[in-house]
């Protein structure tokens, strides 16, 4: 059974940062493609970043690019969300995912390229 444990959230003020920690289970995640997206009430989910098999290609949304950055380390086989130069805006609940074991992913930041989800940490960013 696969499983996606989210940790690391918290409450930072702009400017700050945070790293987000995603803990795998029943699924290896350096072999498979992996991401983060963030939910906020009344928008839609949003892909922030995401990593290709073996660590090979990072992609990030424009929104976060220069400020997030998405590695995994493959012994504790665990996704990480390093985020800087935070600002409100990035409030958000981050969920981790991956996807289905051999299936290809051709729209990297999109919700529906993934099949295994995570329940989120709540990153909050005040002004």
């Known amino acids: 059974q696969v499983r996606l444990v989210e940790s690391g959230g918290g409450s930072v003020q702009t400017g700050g940062s945070l790293k987000l920690s995603c803990n795998v289970s029943?699924?290896?995640?350096?072999?498979?493609?992996m991401a983060w997206f963030r939910q906020s009430p009344g928008k839609e989910s949003e892909g922030v970043a995401a990593i290709s098999p073996r660590g090979e290609r990072t992609f990030y949304a424009d929104s976060v690019k220069g400020r997030f950055t998405v590695s995994e380390d493959n012994a504790k086989n665990t996704l990480y969300l390093q985020m800087n130069s935070l600002k409100p805006e990035d409030s958000a609940v981050y969920i981790c995912?991956?996807?289905?074991?051999?299936?290809?992913?051709?729209?990297?930041?999109?919700?529906?390229?993934?099949?295994?989800w995570g329940r989120g940490t709540l990153v909050t960013v005040s002004s």
């Open positions: 029943g699924y290896t995640a350096s072999h498979n493609y």
């Open positions: 995912a991956a996807n289905r074991p051999g299936e290809l992913v051709y729209r990297i930041l999109a919700p529906n390229e993934y099949d295994y």
